[in-house]
């Protein structure tokens, strides 16, 4: 049984750091595609990163340069590290897993589980 369960969401200023996990059970992280997505209110949710096992990372254009997505295998998590927050990076910001190499990324669709998504405010 596959779980994810995001945290490390809250409320942070602007120009600040947040650094957001995603423990997984159930697999290994190393083996699926793990992606962060956010969702603002009325806002389709959209890719944030994604990085595969071979360690290849992938960002959305908004975020790269600000954002690091990284995994320890020893813990099963994944992490998002957030630097540089504007009101706009303020969402819900959800964990994903694919079981299989995904190309491209960004693809809501492409992950087949989710965490129930831990909220990222910017003042």
């Known amino acids: 049984h596959v779980q994810l369960v995001e945290s490390g969401g809250g409320l942070v200023q602007r120009g600040g750091s947040q650094r957001l996990s995603c423990a997984a059970s159930?697999?290994?992280?190393?083996?699926?595609?793990m992606g962060w997505f956010r969702q603002a209110p009325g806002a389709e949710r959209e890719a944030v990163a994604a990085i595969w096992p071979s360690d290849r990372r992938s960002y959305d254009d908004s975020v790269k340069g600000r954002f690091t997505i990284s995994q320890d295998n020893a813990k099963n998590t994944v992490y998002l590290a957030m630097n540089s927050l504007t009101p706009e990076d303020s969402a819900m910001y959800y964990c994903a897993a694919a079981p299989r190499y995904i190309d491209p990324w960004y693809i809501r669709g492409s992950y087949s589980y989710w965490g129930q998504g831990t909220q990222v405010t910017v003042s």
């Open positions: 159930g697999y290994a992280v190393n083996t699926y595609c």
